[in-house]
């Protein structure tokens, strides 16, 4: 079931095209980054689909709901976390957690219990009587989080959480996302931190220049940007014609520099047979080390194959 549908999305500013038809599907439970260089359009398209951005071409559903004529409906059933802070300085943590509690339309009783709850997963339970005016940006952050989610959301949206936070803050704020996708809900964030990418998702859309470049599940955007993972293997003498001439007739493919040979794999199965292939070689192996491309190069590769169709 797709919790979120976005049919042909196009935005204008003036004459410049923010959004260049957008088509994403987001099923219940998955853990959706949106990533693009600055410009992209990411917080574009996560306002509008969060009923905050109006003026538009094309079709957002949640939940089956058209945003645009029923975003009541939608608000009731998300939780929002904007690149500002909706919180009140001059009240306490607790006080805003219950006002925004109520304001959808929880009983006190219900709102204390979950407030209590929420605060306590990230550890600002201990200054739930202080004024959120006094907090550091982290801790502001970490209420201004779990204030998103008092009303239980199926969805929660996020621009991006942990831009700015302590290391500690950071920690805390992946925890909890984590447990709340863990309980069936989906979210989705925006961020320029790869590594939480490659930590957090399930899910990957990239834009770039307002153009959706690459969708889909990490392993499958590795595949979109051909890219491999490499395995280094130190030899105790140099043979190198030798060696090429052996593993060139398996067609995999090899580097010789010295005594390092490098092969290049794109999944298990290939691996095994370059492994096999090596032992059945005899060839006196020193040491052998796997290095996977990380995330960043195949976020590079992809964005720039989006700038080269523009």
């Known amino acids: 079931m797709n919790d979120i549908q976005v049919k042909n999305l196009k935005k204008r500013f003036g004459d410049f095209d923010v959004l260049k038809d957008i088509s994403i599907e987001i099923k219940s439970g998955e853990f959706l980054a949106i990533l693009g260089p600055n410009g992209a359009g990411k917080s574009t398209l996560l306002k509008i689909m969060t009923t905050l951005l109006k003026h538009y071409e094309g079709k957002v559903e949640i939940f089956g709901y058209d945003i645009e004529k029923y975003p009541k409906k939608v608000r009731e059933q998300i939780g929002v976390v904007s690149e500002n802070f909706i919180l009140y300085d001059r009240l306490t943590a607790m006080e805003n957690m219950v006002f925004f509690g109520e304001l959808y339309h929880l009983s006190r009783e219900t709102a204390l219990k979950r407030a209590e709850k929420l605060l306590k997963d990230v550890e600002m339970w201990e200054w739930r009587n202080k004024k959120v005016g006094k907090f550091s940006f982290g801790m502001k952050q970490r209420v201004n989080i779990v204030r ?138 020193r040491s052998i080390n796997s290095s996977d491309r990380n995330f960043d190069r195949i976020f590079l590769k992809l964005t720039d194959k989006g700038r080269d169709k523009n």
């Open 148 to 285: 998103a989610l008092m009303n239980d959301p199926k969805v929660v949206f996020l621009d991006e959480p942990t831009a700015s936070l302590d290391i500690k803050s950071a920690l805390t704020v992946k925890r909890l996302l984590k447990e709340i996708n863990a309980s069936n809900k989906t979210i989705v964030f925006t961020t320029h931190i790869l590594s939480e990418v490659e930590e957090l998702a399930t899910k990957i859309a990239i834009l770039n220049l307002g153009q959706l470049v690459a969708f889909g599940a990490p392993a499958e955007l590795s595949i979109m940007a051909e890219d491999q993972k490499d395995l280094i293997v130190e030899v105790e003498k140099n043979d190198s014609k030798n060696y090429k001439a052996f593993f060139d007739k398996s067609g995999i493919k090899l580097e010789m520099t010295g005594n390092t040979m490098k092969f290049f794999y794109s999944d298990g199965n290939e691996l095994e047979k370059i492994i096999k292939l090596i032992s059945e070689s005899k060839i006196p192996v």
